[in-house]
């Protein structure tokens, strides 16, 4: 079974500042899928940011970018130039490519991360 | 647009109760999911569906059903409700069971059991 680390319970950064969130994970799989969700206190869940991992270029989305590295089994997060509204749980999540099997298509989440920016 | 849809927002039951959580997507997705969010714990899948007409269990089932006599809801059912079940819940739906597609989630019911 995959399972997905955020070792980082929470984490702060100054207004305009870069701030990197972690997250590794276990698999003995080679295809997969890698998420980056935002929860604002509003509690929605919004997707940030997706890897696929066949692919050996890091997704970015504006100022949010990853740092995936398949052999390592990591994928962080990076946002630059943070902002107040950038505030929220930040979850990592795993999805096996091949929708069969035990993986039922489900997404493996991390255990989150409070990122707090302080203006 | 409305999305996933899921009512009620907030909710509080007595031990033993039994109730409903309701799920509606228009975007006339097959894949359809439902799952809790406990401190510490991430969301962990309760049931999944495919299509209309077919469930199948998830990680977390017990206490827990599900059915699917549409593409668009996918209610949750909670027989007789326990303390352990203090959860924030959120049903999600996505195009099909494979592929990159995006999950799309409601905005969650928060359910506290007495």
């Known amino acids: 079974a995959q399972t997905v680390t955020q070792s980082q319970p929470e984490m702060s950064v100054q207004e305009a500042e870069t701030v990197t969130l972690s997250c590794t994970y276990d698999t003995s799989e080679s295809d997969y899928y890698l998420f980056w969700y935002k929860q604002p206190p509003s509690r929605q869940m919004i997707l940030v940011i997706r890897?696929?991992?066949?692919?050996?270029q890091n997704a970015t989305e504006n100022r949010f970018s990853v740092n995936f590295q398949k052999a390592a089994k990591s994928f962080s997060l990076k946002i630059s130039d943070s902002q107040l509204g950038d505030a929220a749980m930040y979850f990592c999540a795993y999805r096996s490519f091949d929708a069969g099997g035990t993986s039922y298509g489900k997404l493996t989440f991390g255990q989150g991360t409070i990122l707090t920016v302080h203006p | 647009n409305a999305g996933v849809t899921q009512t009620p927002k907030f909710q509080v039951l007595k031990t033993g109760q039994s109730m409903t959580l309701q799920c509606a997507q228009d975007m006339n997705h097959e894949y359809m999911s439902w799952y809790r969010q406990d401190p510490g714990m991430g969301l962990r899948l309760i049931h999944y569906?495919?299509?209309?007409?077919?469930?199948d269990q998830g990680e977390v089932p017990n206490g827990y059903n599900v059915s699917r006599s549409t593409t668009e809801d996918f209610p949750l059912r909670l027989l007789s409700a326990a303390p352990s079940q203090t959860s924030v819940y959120f049903c999600?739906?996505?195009?099909?069971?494979?592929?990159?597609?995006?999950?799309?989630f409601g905005d969650g019911t928060r359910l506290s059991i007495l």
């Open positions: 890897q696929e991992a066949y692919k050996q």
């Open positions: 569906s495919v299509g209309a007409g077919i469930t």
């Open positions: 999600a739906s996505r195009r099909d069971i494979a592929g990159n597609q995006p999950q799309h």
